[in-house]
């Protein structure tokens, strides 16, 4: 009882008594807080002076922290502080550590970044990291690409050309695939004819008496095959036209289908339904001309460029 | 001075301690938020930005109700990672006529604010039937209903309706309609005029026939149309490199 009352006599009470005898301290913060708390009112108000802060009228006040950097021309820009100006003076420091690099890129010509092994090495690294986020999600990681959907870029089979140039105008512009219904024009018949007749140019096991009828269509005006695909069937490069005789498959998934049944109708459906896929998009808008180039070469040097 | 302020004045009225409570949590939200309606350059005067056309809006209402926002944000930030992998950054003007927006915070896939045209129409049915057929690490569940469910484009108008009320500029008379021309051109303007939304969306599904199955309009057709237009509005190559930074 006398303990109680010492210490009811040091420390505040905060006056109220519950139940007759329980009371409340009314405790000072300890110190080192309440300084922690001052300090941290001062640390705002420094904080509001250096950085972007309170909002006035249609402004704010922009803070006295300046970015300055150097741009892509020379020029020396100074913006008051804000993240977009952090990025631009991030980009354009990563940028003057790249230029060596770049600049030797858009100097030399493929044949010369393909044979120098220190831009060899460049290719490899920057070019695996822009086909990893660009190119993968349809090419796939190694560039083995998906039957039925996107072409295989490691072969040396090209719808379009391996040649650089043509590498390079496929990722600039695009590209888009076609080809016609052909269940619209023929029977059932005839595109059975034809189905054999290709199997035939790729030495798949075939209806030889099929087969002929199928090379009359193909070469003749009904079907028509070979105003694209050419008389010989190995395809035209410039409309993106498929060599018929080489046994590489994209859209008729003949290597999956075992028995020769399956892989004559595998080429049927696609002569039937014809396609209007194989759609390449156009990068020269999302991708700086460099990266474009360093692209051109890796894909080249995937193994089958030509 | 003969006021001795006691905290005991609150603490024994509720009433006062809500109305105080109220007051001090409003705080922050007055000073951050409010003043973003009146600063002039909280959205960027940028040219391009339009609302969607009524096929992109179902694909957007199916994006949100497939969660697809609960993994991907729509909200490039001002880093140079981001930049390298996703492009320019978002500025707020191309979310102006989104409600909600899709900003965020956390990934578990890539962002897709600007998505559209990187992948071809049938790379998108393909992997959002099945994902790992085009990205074997891909931890994206299947949405193969997406290609066998018919839209349901009964309430096209009734939905752009809804928006017109929160702000979009979807035309329902006359003069709003020659308003959006002069804003947006003919061409969209026709796009946005309420009365035609089913028209409009029919005739942009069967033109673009995103899904590749011509035999009718599935929800897949909406959806990718959707996409294929996230982040292509505004034409960048007509801006300098600072051209957004005086804004912040």
Known sequence: ?306 | MNINFKHEWIETNIGLMAVLTMLAISVGGLVEIAPLFFIDKTIEKVEGVRPYTPLEQRGRDIYIREGCYTCHSQMIRPFRDEKLRYGHYSLAAESQYDHPFQWGSKRTGPDLARVGGKYSNEWHVQHLVAPRSMVPESVMPNYPWLMSTPLDISDAAARMKALRKVGVPYSLSQAEYDANVTKFGETVAKQLHIPDAQKNLVEQANFGNYDGDRSGISEMDALVAYLQVLGTMVDFSKYADDAFVADR
């Open chain 1, 1 to 306: 009882m006398s303990e109680q009352k010492l210490q009811s006599q040091t420390v505040q009470t905060t006056g109220h008594a519950w139940d007759g005898d329980l009371q409340e301290y009314n405790n000072p913060l300890p110190v080192w807080w309440v300084y922690t708390f001052y300090a941290t009112v001062i640390f705002s108000i420094i904080y509001w002076t250096i950085y972007p802060s309170w909002p006035i009228g249609k402004g704010w006040i922009g803070g006295v922290s300046d970015i300055t950097y150097v741009n892509s021309e020379g020029e020396t820009k100074t913006h008051s502080w804000n993240t977009r100006a952090l990025l631009l003076e991030d980009l354009n420091q990563a940028a003057v550590a790249q230029k060596p690099y770049f600049d030797k890129i858009s100097a030399m010509s493929y044949e010369q970044i393909a044979k120098d092994p220190e831009m060899n090495g460049f290719i490899l690294s920057a070019g695996k990291a822009l086909f990893s986020e660009n190119c993968a999600p349809c090419h796939q990681a190694g560039g083995q690409g998906v039957i039925g959907f996107f072409p295989n870029l490691t072969d040396d089979d090209w719808l379009y050309g391996g040649s650089y140039d043509t590498i390079h105008q496929t990722l600039m512009d695009g590209r888009r695939g076609y080809m016609p219904a052909f269940g619209e024009v023929l029977d059932g018949e005839q595109i059975d004819q034809l189905a054999n007749y290709v199997a035939s140019l790729s030495g798949i096991s075939h209806d030889s008496t099929k087969a002929a009828a199928g090379n009359a269509l193909f070469h003749g005006e009904t079907a028509a095959c070979y105003y694209c695909h050419t008389s010989n069937a190995t395809g035209r490069k410039d409309m993106g036209a498929p060599n018929l005789t080489d046994n590489i498959w994209l859209w008729a998934d003949v290597p999956a289908a075992d028995a020769a049944e399956g892989k004559v109708s595998a080429i049927r459906n696609v002569i039937a339904s014809g396609l209007n896929k194989g759609v390449m998009p156009a990068w020269s808008g999302r991708l700086s001309p460099e990266q474009i180039k360093v692209l051109t070469v890796y894909v080249h040097e995937l193994g089958g460029g030509q």
